[in-house]
């Protein structure tokens, strides 16, 4: 058995770290040295948003700015965790791949932060999501760059769970135009900045 404490991981070069399915309650994303291109969770009892004072895990706030600062990262798999939210704009220029999918994040509200100058596949399957207005057009826009993918089940990347919502009805997939025709004559959230979500 090979013990690490936080500071010989972070002095570490570590590329690749794969620790899903091991019952993990937290995860110090400040231990993770920059060199760090490969980062695996999924399948465990993670919440990063809990607070520090609560359980020793780490603010929204911190794990935010740490993996950010992670300049080389370009996979992280988070699937199958207890997320309630997850911040976008806390993504490095470098993903390339990032995977929330069975988890339950309810609202979505920085996708327009998605950083895209390489191709990036992002995976939002099967979380109650609230489905807004303000969404679509974030949604859509990050689908024009060309530069963003959306995985899908059933032809949908993501169900909306205000399922009373017009919005629920719409084709949540990666066909923007067939999103754009559909839009024109529902709700137009693409032609007006309100959100009626």
Known sequence: MVNYSCESLKSSNLKQLTLSSNNLETFDFSC?????????????????????NVDNS?????????????????????????????????????????????????????????????????????????CTCSLLRDYVQLLDSNNVYFYDSGGKTLRCANVDSELADYPWNNDTTAIKLYDASALGCLTVSEDQG
């Open 32 to 52: 993770l040295p920059n060199t760090t291109e490969h980062v695996n969770l999924q399948n465990n009892k993670i919440s990063l948003n809990t607070p520090s």
């Open 58 to 130: 780490i603010t929204t706030d911190s794990y935010c700015s740490y993996i950010k600062n992670l300049t080389s990262l370009t996979y992280l798999n988070l699937a199958g965790m207890r997320l309630q939210e997850f911040r976008f704009e806390c993504l490095p220029y470098s993903i390339e791949f990032v995977d929330l999918s069975d988890n339950n994040i309810a609202e979505i509200v920085d996708l327009s932060y998605v950083p895209h100058s390489y191709p990036v596949r992002i995976g939002i399957l099967r979380n109650p999501i609230r």
